[in-house]
Each structure stands twice: as C-alpha cells, then as structure tokens.
C-alpha cells in the first residue's frame, strides 16, 4: 500500500486529535512534527511515535522526511506557511479557515496555482451534512428559502489561556464566528452553490475580557436570494447540539450533530448520500480525503478555492457589526 508520510506543524490541541485520528487512515504516516516550543514539541513525537522533531518551520520543509504537510497554527501564519509549502513542492492539509483574511486568501489562491492545498472544513464530510448538502444541491428540496445555523458552544477560560492568540484579532482574525461557526455556514454556502452577496451582523463578547468576539448574530443573502441566519457561540452554560435548519418551496432538512449526526427531512422523501470516505469522524474521513488526493488524485472536497466564499462572508459580517449596516460582500 502506498503510503502518504505527512508532516504536523504546531502540536497543540487539534494537531493531537489529528494525530490520534491518523491511526485510522492506513495510507498515512507521521514522519515529523515541528513547533516553536521544543519541549512541546518532543513530547508530542513521543506521545505519537514520531521519529523527526523540528523547531523551525523552514529546516523541517528542507530537511523532513515528508510527503506533505498539515498545518494547525495559529491562523495569521497560514499564509506564509503555506506559500513556504508550496515552494517546496509538498502539498498541504491547513486548518480552517484558509487564511486569516479575505485578502490573503484571494491572493493565495492566484500564487499557488495548481498546488493541492485542502482546507480542513471538515463536517463537508459529516454524514449527516453531506447528506444534507447533496440533497440541496440535487433539487430535491425545490428552491431554498431561508437557513437557520445555530452552534450554542462552550469554552473555558483556558481555552484562551492555553493558546494566548485565540484573544487576539490581529493572530485569530476573530473569535468564535471564524473559528467555530464558519465550519456550518460553509457547508450552507457549499450546498446551495450559491455566493454570498451581503451580510449584516452583530458581535459581542460577554463572560470574557478578549478581543475576539464570544457571540455573533448575522445574516447572510446569497446570489440566489437565500436568507441565512448564523447564532455562534463560545459561551452557552451547556453546550448543546448544532442545528441546522434548511427550508426549501419542497421541503425542509434539520440537522443536529449530537448525540451522533443526524439529518431529518420533511415534506420529501429523499435518498440520503454518503460521504466519500469510510470512517468513524468527519475529522478522518477529511484527511483520508486529503490522503487520495495527494497520492491518487481522487477529488478532495475542500480545496483551498472552495473555502474562499465563507470567509468573505464571515469578513462581511464583522465589517456590518463595525459599521452597524448592512454591507456587500467583498466580489471574489
């Protein structure tokens, strides 16, 4: 069996899972891993078994034994680094969102040309969203009218202390709509096909003294005239399921993440599809994907011109809650 051997950088929390999830993808490697802290770095390699340890990002693409590269750093580094990547002919596998503006992620799209970079929107492959998006994008539902997106999540105070630039705008972009949400308004914006057109939105940040917003409202209108509503939250009491609720002239679809994905459909019957890769998490199944891209061009779902659309739309609605109207998105 050919075999991918994939390079992690940065070794925090979700590289971990990534890690852990990588056990379940036969066709993948952990060749090397590089963070900035040497010690966090040396225990992560222990932890998975990892045999090349680097500390600079420009010495492991150089030196590594690495087919290609997956990078979970903070978001204003995605840029470079993944232009870096690409000079050296290595693929990439990034952390939502592409980069951590609009601007850098139209210009990153012109510069790396044909290069495979996927982008880790992982509930593309959620059974129950991809269920969901094909079914919209077949028709079934008849034309659809309005989205209603809520993620009523929960983070601690660590999840700031532990990472210091998820609190600051200049290194995360925002808070918890580009981080959190934008998974769920992007699998809405990927299943409609349509590009989003305006936006108004509003932030807020209670429970917690940072820069980034920990609660946003927005609205989205999309070139086919759908009104997408988005509730994103860091700061729930309990943190409950995602709900997604699309309403078609033909029928409606709600999804719920929890206790497992699940998509209902009513006022339709519809065959439900399945997402192009076994697996038990959409986290596995998005980097089995990127995995057959890389080593036998079978088409990956979230290549890095896709995830342009939902952080256009994400920069509209934090630009409306700065101005306070409603605004265009940014022509892609």
């Known amino acids: 069996m050919k075999k991918l051997n994939l390079a992690i950088v940065g070794c925090g929390d979700i590289a971990g899972f990534t890690a852990l999830v990588s056990r379940l993808v036969p066709q993948v490697t952990l060749s090397a891993c590089c963070d900035v802290n040497a010690e966090r770095a040396g225990a992560f390699a222990k932890r998975h078994r990892i045999a090349q340890v680097f500390t600079e990002y420009n010495e492991l693409l150089a030196k590594a034994f690495a087919d290609a590269v997956y990078l979970a750093v903070p978001h204003h580094l995605h840029y470079e680094m993944i232009l870096s990547a690409v000079e050296a002919g290595k693929p990439v596998f990034v952390e939502k969102p592409v980069t951590r503006t609009l601007s850098e992620a139209k210009n990153l799209v012109e510069e790396i040309g044909h290069a495979k970079v996927g982008v880790n929107y992982q509930y593309r492959y959620d059974s129950g969203c991809y269920a969901l998006a094909r079914t919209v994008q077949a028709g079934a539902l008849g034309r659809v009218i309005s989205v209603r997106i809520n993620i009523p999540w929960s983070r601690k105070r660590s999840y700031f202390d532990g ?26 914006l990927w299943a409609l096909g349509e590009e989003p057109v305006s936006a108004m939105g509003y932030t807020a940040t209670p429970m917690f003294d940072v820069e980034v917003e920990t609660l946003v409202h927005g609205i989205v209108e999309t070139s086919g005239g759908t009104l997408i509503s988005i509730t994103s939250s860091m700061v729930a009491a309990t943190e409950q399921a995602v709900t997604i609720e699309v309403y078609g002239e033909k029928g409606t679809a709600t999804y719920r993440d929890l206790p497992f994905p699940l998509v209902k459909f009513t006022g339709v019957n519809v065959r439900r599809e399945r997402p192009p890769e076994w697996g038990v998490h959409a986290l596995q199944r998005s980097l089995a994907g990127f995995v057959k891209w890389v080593l036998h061009d079978k088409p990956f779902l979230i290549p890095a011109a896709s995830a342009v659309p939902v952080l256009a739309a994400v920069d509209a609605i934090y630009r409306s809650a700065k101005s306070g109207q409603r605004l265009e998105v940014e022509s892609l």
């Open 163 to 188: 990472a210091a630039w998820h609190k600051s705008i200049a290194q995360a972009g925002g808070g918890t709509l580009i981080t959190q949400g934008s998974h769920f308004l992007d699998v809405v």
